[in-house]
């Protein structure tokens, strides 16, 4: 570990994440309130969810972190603007949009673009992340999303929803992070989420080049820093 | 007599809900299953036009999945998205719960969303999808209570991706309900074996998105169970094809 950094440093580059869809509130108050007690970037949570964390998170830091079109993202366009704006309207401050993955496949680019344009557009300049999903993806398709997210004005690419349920699935690794970072350089930043459990391997992905780590294990992850 | 692939499809629903898959996949898996006679086929909602326009000479109903797999939105978008999908073709929904409200205890706003999506829905079929796989027993019985006085016609066990749903979860739901809520079970039926267990406990609809694994395992299943065990299955599928609904009816 080269990497100096204090745990108030690491809590500031987490995404302190809980896309459970049977979270009560008096559970997300919890997370929440936990999330501000460790100071971390942001809670990442479903839409329904995001009242609630805008409420308990008011005054502090902490972002709300909406995700949008999870975890499939095979949405029509004006179906994840919706997702959207209702989420800016109800106070979320930042977007994780899972990207048309069947149409990038498909090689339709200009609905890829259009879909996270109009996203990045309702969300009036808050941070969109667009979420790649690089273990379903070849190199080439990396690169060509990456392109596109750039393109279309979003602020950061994302390496994978965390979802377990998709065939292919695997954690996140180094590899994937310094894909992105090679593709966007230094033009937008990287967001590394999926099976990221440990203090070593948070450290690690943001040496090679996360600005943002998406994690369930958050509390963990800081304690453990020596 | 046997039950053959051509019977069984017929009180069958299969899918194809992956984040990857590519037009040129989601055609070539429906022009491959539309060979059955499937209840329905369930599509994203982004492939939604692409399977109406597939399927439209065909019995099978084309199944939009609403809120889907995890039931994260706000009522106000999931309506929306209800809204898109009658408007496109629809003619069943797979509805994934309100589970924050449900565990909240905020049963007055779930019962209100369900009433607002079958309304919305008009005639066509709505299954709502509690998770079973992640309530307990009381639970369940609550869940489904609501489900079915908000006016579904369906209680979908599980939204799949992991989620497996049990033998005992069927019982339970069909003893508390009987006919007057319709089950259809999907998570986890691999096999034939495994959808006459759901059939023989009640389940009045089968999901899979591996259907041919049932077929190519039906025979060996019905040597396993015997021939009495087989016509009482056989009878009872029969019976679901005239009784339990489906927006196009049957052949």
């Known amino acids: ?226 | 007599m046997e039950i053959a692939p051509e019977l069984i499809a017929k009180i069958m629903d299969t899918s194809i809900i992956e984040p990857n898959a590519s037009q040129k996949e989601v055609i070539q898996f429906i022009n491959e299953m539309k060979q059955y006679p499937f209840a329905a086929i369930a599509v994203d909602l982004y492939y939604l036009p692409l399977a109406v326009k597939l399927l439209k000479d065909t019995s099978i109903d084309v199944c939009a999945t609403i809120s889907y797999p995890l039931g994260g939105l706000p009522t106000p978008v999931k309506l929306k998205q209800v809204k898109w999908a009658v408007e496109n073709g629809a003619d069943e929904m797979d509805v994934a719960m309100n589970m924050y409200a449900f565990k909240t205890g905020d049963y007055d706003s779930l019962e209100k969303e369900i009433r607002e999506i079958v309304e919305i829905a008009g005639e066509r079929v709505v299954k709502i999808i509690p998770m079973t796989a992640k309530l307990t027993p009381q639970d369940i019985k609550l869940a489904c209570k609501i489900i079915k006085e908000a006016g579904a016609n369906f209680i979908k066990t599980n939204s799949g991706f992991g989620q497996v749903t049990t033998v005992d979860h069927v019982r339970l739901i069909k003893s508390e309900f009987g006919d007057h809520l319709r089950v259809m079970v999907a998570g986890g039926v691999r096999n034939a074996e495994i959808a006459f267990a759901m059939l023989d406990a009640g389940a009045d609809r089968i999901a899979t998105s591996t259907p041919l694994d049932v077929f190519n395992t039906l025979k060996e299943a019905q040597q396993k169970l015997g021939v009495e065990k087989v016509e009482k299955i056989r009878k009872r599928i029969e019976a679901l094809i005239k009784e339990v609904p489906k927006r196009r009816g049957y052949e």
């Open chain 1, 1 to 226: 570990m080269k990497l100096k950094i204090t745990r108030e440093e690491l809590a500031r580059r987490i995404d302190q994440t809980l896309l459970e869809p049977y979270t009560s509130k008096t559970e997300m108050e919890a997370f929440c309130n936990q999330a501000r007690k460790y100071g971390f970037a942001g809670v990442a949570i479903l839409p329904v969810h995001v009242p609630i964390a805008r409420r308990v998170l008011d005054g502090s830091d902490v972002k709300v972190v909406a995700a949008i079109g999870f975890p499939l993202g095979s949405l029509p366009t004006e179906l994840k603007v919706s997702e959207a704006e209702w989420c800016i309207e109800n106070g979320a401050d930042e977007l994780d949009m899972v990207m048309n993955i069947g149409a990038l496949k498909t090689g339709d680019f200009d609905v890829v673009k259009r879909d996270i344009e109009e996203v990045v557009r309702v969300a009036k300049g808050r941070t969109v992340k667009v979420i790649l999903e690089v273990p379903l993806l070849t190199k080439d398709e990396v690169i060509k999303a990456c392109n596109i997210a750039k393109e279309a004005g979003a602020h950061f690419v994302k390496t994978s929803t965390g979802f377990k349920g998709f065939k292919g699935w695997r954690p996140t690794t180094v590899e994937d992070v310094k894909l992105l970072r090679q593709a966007v350089g230094t033009s937008m930043k990287v967001k590394a989420a999926g099976g990221i459990r440990t203090t070593e391997q948070a450290i690690a992905l943001i040496e090679a080049g996360a600005d943002r780590i998406g994690t369930s294990s958050g509390v963990e992850i800081v304690e453990g820093l020596k």
